[in-house]
């Protein structure tokens, strides 16, 4: 079952590749990597496989003698929120993200609320191994229930105070399903918006949309937000860690955009750092320099970036991925946190969101996603980086290989999650994009016949 613990989280197929009995595994792996002794707080997306893990995975836990508190059905952050606040040693999440609905996983969570990096493989670890550290019969961790409701409502009561709205706002909300139908429409509400749902109730088969907000999954959206004039749409996952902006034109709006939007309002008042992984535009350097900031550029993941954010003491951070970090609260990513801050901009500006984009330059941007198998992809990558270097590019290694041009750049990265390597492009005209993905994919074609003449031998290739 190793395949199923990924860079970031554990994730599989419900009742394929995580039962409830490799659940509970998974839950006695990570109690016996807590030492078998503190108080952990676990909650849940709204996936119709979470309970049944949720269960599984505390009993295993319990069982190494952690002291288990289940606050239930809450956002994400939400979850995080608590975790922090409530001094809890560490905590869990059950959810897949926005993978399809029969996936399911763990996230694993520090006890400021952010997410494990290298201590994954740890876990992993004791997991394969199978050497748990159970607790003796009288010593068994306790297993206590949080109501969900009072989790919301201190996380709401902690964030609303410290936004006001100048003028009224007109917002668009589609939960996409997902649990953020429990925070984010009361929290617009409360703040005095005037607020609309699209896919409000939780449904864990995700009949509305993909859980993954995307330029096509968020169509209805963007027709709902022009059709009632609002000032902006927010399109949110499954388990509310990623969100898509819609402009008042009903246009999905760049995430590097809003970045700069809210990161050009934040340096108003400090100046300081603002993160970004490898993938996002260039535009930042511009913009960020231009408002005043120093941008870091850091690998992908929303692990990653939070790790980065302690290191640099950024001011605010963001990644293409559509997740958004403000510091100045907490460290973990929260979209309701940015929808909040995003209108209270827009509450206190004369332009309109979609004027505030237009501002703002876009490059052409072409992402595009190349089979490799899982057993050659990492090597395919050194040998990408070998002929890189031996054809004398600018190179960024942050994370996999970015190929630097002065009018562009282009960069190749193995996917942590599936038989993927991932070519993302970027350029200042469409042609000169056009021209840097046939050299990525001309590069990424030589290095992995190369690979796997190494591999498999010149026969095995040609079949």
Same mark, same amino acid.
């Given at each position: ?103 399911? *996983?763990? +996230?694993?969570?520090?006890? %400021?609320?952010? #997410?494990?990096?290298? $201590?994954? !493989?740890? &876990?992993?670890? /004791? ?112 388990? *509310?860690? +990623?969100?898509?902006?819609? %402009?008042?034109? #009903?246009?999905?709006? $760049?995430? !590097?955009? &809003?970045?700069? /939007? ?128 031996? !054809? ?72």
């Amino acid at each position: 079952m190793e395949h199923i613990f990924r860079a970031y989280d554990v994730r599989g197929i419900f009742n394929r590749e995580l039962t409830p009995d490799i659940a509970a595994k998974i839950g006695a792996a990570f109690g016996t990597y807590l030492g078998g002794n503190g108080n952990v707080l676990i909650a849940r997306d709204g996936r119709t496989s979470s309970e049944i893990v949720e269960s599984a995975f505390v009993s295993g836990l319990a069982s190494t003698g952690c002291n288990c508190f289940t606050t239930g059905l809450v956002p994400i952050p939400t979850a995080n929120f608590k975790i922090w606040r409530g001094g809890y040693d560490a905590g869990a999440y059950i959810t897949a993200s926005h993978n399809p609905p029969e996936y399911n *996983g763990v +996230r694993f969570r520090h006890g %400021d609320g952010s #997410g494990y990096t290298e $201590q994954n !493989e740890e &876990i992993k670890k /004791i997991f394969l191994s199978g050497k748990f550290k159970l607790a003796a019969w009288n010593k068994l961790g306790s297993i206590n229930k949080l109501n969900s409701n009072t989790t919301i409502r201190e996380y709401l009561d902690f964030l609303l105070p410290k936004f006001k709205l100048e003028k009224k706002i007109k917002v668009v909300l589609d939960s996409g399903n997902g649990v953020s139908s429990l925070t984010v429409p009361k929290a617009f509400e409360e703040l005095g918006a005037e607020v609309s749902t699209l896919n409000a109730q939780i449904d864990g088969t995700f009949p509305g949309r993909d859980s993954e907000p995307s330029e096509a999954s968020l169509s209805e959206l963007k027709k709902m937000v022009a059709a009632e004039k609002a000032d902006f749409g927010a399109g949110y996952d499954g388990d *509310g860690d +990623r969100v898509i902006f819609v %402009d008042d034109k #009903g246009r999905a709006v $760049q995430t !590097e955009k &809003i970045g700069i /939007i809210i990161s050009r309002d934040i340096l108003e008042r400090k100046k300081g750092n603002i993160i970004a992984n490898i993938e996002c535009s260039m535009i930042l350097e511009r913009e960020i320099e231009k408002a005043g900031g120093t941008l870091k550029r850091v690998r992908v993941g929303d692990v990653f970036v939070t790790e980065a954010i302690k290191k640099h003491r950024a001011l605010f951070a963001m990644e293409t991925s559509a997740h958004y970090f403000m510091p100045e609260f907490y460290f973990f990513d929260d979209p309701t946190l940015v929808s909040l801050k995003l209108a209270e901009i827009l509450s206190k500006s004369e332009k309109s969101l979609s004027e505030m984009a237009d501002e703002i330059p876009s490059y052409p941007k072409i992402m595009k996603n190349f089979s490799c198998p899982d057993e050659i992809k990492f090597r395919a990558m050194e040998q990408i980086i070998r002929n890189s270097k031996e !054809e004398g590019y600018k190179l960024d290694l942050t994370d996999g290989a970015k190929v630097i041009f002065k009018d562009g750049w282009a960069l190749l990265r193995p996917s942590n999650t599936t038989p993927l390597i991932r070519a993302t492009v970027e350029a200042e005209s469409k042609k000169r994009v056009e021209e840097l993905l046939n050299l990525v994919e001309k590069e990424f074609k030589s290095a992995v016949e190369k690979v796997k003449r190494d591999v498999f031998g010149q026969e095995r290739v040609r079949d």
